[in-house]
């Protein structure tokens, strides 16, 4: 199973600006999911995109897809204090060999000052 | 809120010793998967449980075990503790065995002495 490389590891921006996380990956996926994880807790799923999908949208959320580039992006739009966390990105393999887990990279952390 | 449970919240345990986690699946869901999350790195993959059998497992050696019971909750295992077993256990519950939204629990923190 492959697993996704989110960048950058750490990024810190105000209240209100934007946030643009990345993920990349190596070989073709079936699907790519986003999770979120707030301090020391469950991990929330926030949005999954298909590989035959380029962008989708859920609420203040943005992914992209760029299967030619083996990359997603992750765009959080006039971002708040509540949005600090780790974010996870987990691609998951075409091959039915191993489809049935998630394997995550060491995530982004993210951190909105109020 | 998932829907999933997890108990104890916390834990801690002494080298060489025995712990069961629990995990109560969200409704309707018949896959458990557990994974273990070190301080400062991702989930890792432990093992998965699809209709009470194991349906695949990560890179773990067999003093992790587990069950899931006809209602869908499961347990994790874990014998002969080490220091390195220290980490925040995460169960998620799905829906078939294939890798579509998973729904985690809050996870259970041990500490290891």
Known sequence: SQQGEEDPQALSIQEGENATMNCSYKTSINNLQWYRQNSGRGLVHLILIRSNEREKHSGRLRVTLDTSKKSSSLLITASRAADTASYFCAPTENSGGSNYKLTFGKGTLLTVNP | ?113
């Open chain 2, 1 to 113: 809120e998932t829907g999933v449970t997890q108990s104890p919240t916390h834990l801690i345990k002494t080298r060489g010793q025995q712990v069961t986690l629990r995990c109560s699946s969200q409704s309707g869901h018949n896959t458990v998967s557990w994974y273990q999350q070190a301080l400062g790195q991702g989930p890792q993959f432990i093992f998965q449980y699809y209709r009470e059998e194991e349906n695949g497992r990560g890179n773990f050696p067999p003093r992790f075990s587990g069950l899931q019971f006809p209602n869908y909750s499961s347990e994790l295992n874990v014998n002969a503790l080490e220091l390195d077993d220290s980490a925040l256990y995460l169960c998620a519950s799905g829906r078939g065995f294939k890798t579509d939204t998973q729904y985690f629990g809050p996870g259970t923190r041990l500490t290891v002495l």
